[in-house]
Structure formats: structure tokens, C-alpha cells
């Protein structure tokens, strides 16, 4: 691509995360896209959002065209190191107990929450039909 391009950290390139200094990163090269902010279709805070990290998935989450790719060039400054971009972590939920439906106090709480009102019920029809025949 270029001859001795130039290698930026991470922490080099986000200090360019202003309107009058804007530059990101985007597989592995550093773009200074100050004066495409303004022509930006998804307008410049797309853009300002996406400094001081590696905004390669931001970038291909959206599909650019082979034009807009091609259009990169013209704000290409170097590459990024990439020991200075932290490594994306893979999420893993934190681990809970596995939930057994058939536990003896929650199975003995179900039953008595449909057998009482049950056994009011029937103690209330009983009293009904036994006041009445009197």
C-alpha cells in the first residue's frame, strides 16, 4: 500500500476525537477524517463517537459501499500498533445454580396455594347449604 507508513498507538490516535481533529481506526489503519466530517451521510457524530478505539465492527456494521472504501484512502495517516488495542473479551454470563421445578418446598407451596382457596370454598358452599336447610 504505502511505503514506511507510519505506526500510531492507541493512545496517540485518541487524542484526535475532537470536530477540529477527528481521527479513527479501521482494520488496522489510522484515518483523519476531519474534513469528511461534515459530508458523512450518517452526519459527524457517527464519526466523533467512533475515535479512541478500534471502529472496524462500527464500520462494517453498517455495509459501506465499495465506493465509500475506496474513498478511505484519501484520509489514510498510518496503522495502528496493534498491541495497544485492547483485546475484545468474549462475554460469558456468570454462572447460577440450575433451577430444579420439582423441589419438595416449592412443589408443597403450589399445591397448598390451589388447595386452601379450594377448601375455603367448599367449607363456604357447606355452611351455605347446611344454614339453609335449617
Not at 465499495?66 to 462475554?91: C, F, L, N
Amino acid at each position: 500500500m504505502r511505503e514506511e507508513a507510519k505506526i500510531f498507538t492507541l493512545s496517540e490516535v485518541s487524542e484526535h476525537n475532537h470536530a477540529h481533529d477527528c481521527w479513527i481506526v479501521i482494520n488496522g489503519k489510522v484515518y483523519n477524517v476531519t474534513k469528511f466530517l461534515e459530508d458523512h451521510p450518517g452526519g459527524d457524530e457517527v464519526l466523533l463517537s467512533s475515535t479512541g478505539k478500534d471502529a472496524t465492527d462500527d464500520f462494517e456494521d453498517v455495509g459501506h459501499s465499495e465506493s465509500a472504501r475506496e474513498m478511505m484512502e484519501q484520509y489514510y495517516v498510518g496503522e495502528i500498533d496493534p498491541t495497544t488495542i485492547p483485546k475484545k473479551t468474549k462475554y460469558t454470563p456468570p454462572k447460577q445454580p440450575h433451577y430444579n421445578q420439582d423441589k419438595t418446598s416449592e412443589f408443597i407451596i403450589k399445591i397448598l396455594q390451589f388447595l386452601v382457596p379450594l377448601a375455603i370454598l367448599g367449607l363456604a358452599v357447606g355452611i351455605r347449604i347446611y344454614t339453609k336447610a335449617a
